[in-house]
């Protein structure tokens, strides 16, 4: 079946208390992501994954989102970076690629982007995309690993 890939942007709303309309009968792992109803930034930016009626992912994404500089060997990505802040699938619809699927869908979505995530413990999904790796000096135990989307 398709993804379809719904933008949730605050608008009008009020800037204290906008919830992302996602559908809250669908189970995440990581609930405590997606409940925070307090959105501080000027401008939230999620992405609801839909296959036919029923809601498979989450994405959260930062425009432009914000690279580490003591990350050893980052070249800066200039005005195109867009940083994939958090992505998750439901746990009802995992083990089907549908996480590859989103990424590639945003990467075509958005051809003039580069794309960088910080992982939360998905090494093994951000290497095999392609991404490269980049580590802190000061080790994984205080700094998440950066992947960074291969130049096009």
Request: glycine share 8%; proline share 7%.
């Amino acid at each position: 079946m398709t993804l379809e890939l719904t933008d949730l942007r605050r608008g009008t709303a009020d800037r204290y208390s906008w919830y992302p309309p996602f559908d809250r009968t669908v189970a995440y792992q990581n609930e405590h992501w997606w409940n925070s109803g307090w959105v501080y930034e000027d401008s939230p930016w999620y992405v609801q994954v839909l296959e036919g009626a029923v809601e498979v992912a989450r994405v959260e994404l930062d425009d432009p989102g914000g690279i580490n500089p003591e990350y050893a060997g980052v070249s800066e990505l200039g005005p195109e970076q867009l940083e994939i802040q958090l992505i998750e699938v439901a746990t009802a619809a995992q083990g089907r690629s549908i996480g590859t699927d989103i990424v590639r869908a945003l990467e075509k979505r958005h051809p003039d982007r580069r794309f960088f995530a910080y992982s939360e413990g998905a090494h093994r999904f951000w290497t095999s995309l392609g991404w490269e790796r980049f580590d802190h000096p000061e080790g994984e135990q205080f700094h998440r690993p950066l992947f960074i989307q291969p130049v096009r």
